[in-house]
């Protein structure tokens, strides 16, 4: 049986971060409960689609899907037990913010097999938190990891955000040293970017967003490295450090350019060579759904040298880098063949090396990544 990964996207949150681009609505509105149906409408739609697939991770994101009543997201699971081959080693995480957990609410998810917690916290400093437009503070955050710990949860992301205005490196050093207190077993930690159409893109044209420096934004970085890697939680990709075995199995399939199925609004697939997106529209999306129609909006077919290329970008991402014997069975040719002048060149500017059957970027390629991309179009 080929292997899969499931995304399954809840856009609903309780208000909306002014840094944030991603498809999802102010509270839980009058559409979700048409939503949720049509969740588990095109879940039920893949059943045939998927039948020669064990679905190795789950993954329900959004948004907040903490906020999804428990009754309704056990329908969602049900649905997906019902239709899918699930495997018996399965990775299932659920996104979640703090301010919206409680304790028979993460004592549920574990009996509903759901087996790891990431949680928003994004920064300890209030001022910061209030000024991005988090609806929580870092207590609540304390709180709401205790209580995930208390109900079992063995594997635990904190999702952190750096280079937030007003922060400067000590500001993220005390929420790293705080974060390293808690003890996760996962950290991702991505530099802010201002995105188009968002209240930080409003305030960054008229002057009114104070952001760190460039040289600054670097430091935090290097910091998160060193700190976390000084603390056992090592560096695995780009933007994310895990303790040892505690890699996130279903961002790996996306880094691994390995097949996965999205459902719900603004969901992305990878099936058959073939990546498709669903409408970001909420009302499209249940309208579609209704007919039975996918809701897909845009497709592109993959050929051989597109998923070579796109395989390249992806795993250089990780830290192991591309492993060779792996990328030779998949493409049965080897890479060292296929860019031999490119690899050489990139490997003499000291941007790649080749260490353990595995070509990788060096600490100076991670630098200037999109360099070493470029050279492989
Ligand atoms: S909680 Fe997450 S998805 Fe919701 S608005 Fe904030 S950043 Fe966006």
Redesign the pocket.
């Known amino acids: 049986m080929k292997e899969i990964g499931l995304y399954i996207h809840i856009p609903f ?5 002014k ?2 681009d ?1 498809v ?1 609505f102010n509270k839980i509105n009058d559409m979700a409960d048409q939503y949720i149906e049509a969740v588990k409408a095109e879940i039920e739609m893949y059943s045939d689609k998927l039948s020669d697939y064990e679905v190795q991770t789950i993954f329900i994101g ?3 899907p903490s906020i999804l009543d428990v009754v309704k997201l056990e329908s969602i699971i049900n649905k997906i037990h019902i239709n899918f081959n699930i495997s018996k080693n399965i990775e299932f995480t659920i ?1 979640a ?1 703090p301010g919206t957990l409680t304790e028979s609410k993460l004592k549920k998810y574990e009996q509903m097999g759901i087996n790891r917690l990431s949680i ?1 916290l994004q920064s300890f400093n209030n001022e910061i938190l209030k000024k991005i ?3 929580h503070t870092a207590d609540d955050f304390i709180q709401s990891y205790k209580m995930a710990k208390c109900a079992g949860f063995k594997n635990i992301n904190i999702d952190l955000i750096y280079s937030l205005p007003g922060q400067n490196l000590e500001d993220w050093e005390n929420t790293l040293r705080k974060v390293i207190e808690m003890k996760p077993e996962h950290i991702s930690a991505y530099a802010l970017k201002v995105e188009e159409g968002t209240a930080f893109e409003k305030l960054l044209d008229q002057n009114k967003l104070s952001l760190p420096s460039d040289e600054e934004d670097r430091q935090m970085y290097d910091m998160a490295i060193k700190l976390l890697g000084d603390n056992g939680i090592e560096q695995y990709e780009i933007s994310n450090f895990s303790k040892k075995g505690y890699e996130c199995r279903h961002n790996l399939i996306y880094w691994n350019n390995e097949e996965y199925v999205g459902i719900g609004v603004s969901a992305h697939s990878y099936i058959n060579s073939n990546r498709y997106g669903n409408t970001m529209d909420i009302h499209e999306y249940v309208d579609l759904i209704g007919r039975r129609m996918f809701p897909i909006k845009t497709q592109e077919s993959k050929d051989r040298h597109d998923e070579m290329v796109e395989t390249i970008f992806l795993s250089l991402r990780l830290n192991r880098g591309i492993e060779l014997k792996k990328f030779e069975d998949r493409f049965n040719a080897s890479i060292l063949d296929i860019y031999r002048e490119k690899i050489d060149k990139l490997v003499n500017q000291g941007l790649l090396t080749i260490e353990e059957e595995s070509l990788r970027l060096t600490k100076y390629g991670m630098d200037v990544s999109n360099q070493v991309f470029v050279e492989f179009l």
């Open positions: 949150c309780i208000s909306k971060c840094y944030c991603f999802s959004g948004g907040t996104e913010n928003g437009g988090r609806i």
